[in-house]
Structure formats: C-alpha cells, structure tokens
C-alpha cells in the first residue's frame, strides 16, 4: 500500500464545520478543483493563502497544517 501524507488539515476542518469545498471555493473565489486538490492533499495552498482560508474559516493558520 502506498504511503500518502497528509500535509494539511483542510478537508476534516471543513466536515468540522459543516462546510464544503464549494463553499470554500466561493469565499476564496477560486475553482473547486483547486479547493479540491488542497483537501486531497494533491497540491498544497500558499502561505498567504493558508492565511486566508485560516481567516474565512475564523481559525488559526496552524490548526491547518498537520505536524
């Protein structure tokens, strides 16, 4: 079995509050691919973005990264 990491928490902050990536794509105004890609850990967000997503989401930027 492959060994997939988890850089990000995105996706399971988002089931915490009961938000979609739709949702989150719409407050960011970027494509649900994108959103999609960060919540399956395919590509990850840039800081000044990770801030952002942090901000729509009322939450630390560090509750976003797995350590």
Request: hydrophobic residues 35%; aromatic residues 8%.
């Amino acid at each position: 079995m492959p060994v997939f990491n988890s850089y990000n928490r995105i996706k399971i902050v988002l089931a915490e509050k009961n938000k979609s990536n739709k949702w989150l794509a719409k407050k960011l105004d970027m494509s649900e691919t994108t959103v999609s890609n960060w919540c399956t850990n395919h590509r990850q967000p840039s800081l000044p973005t990770l801030f952002k997503i942090a901000k729509v989401l009322n939450m630390n930027p560090r509750n976003l990264i797995n350590s």
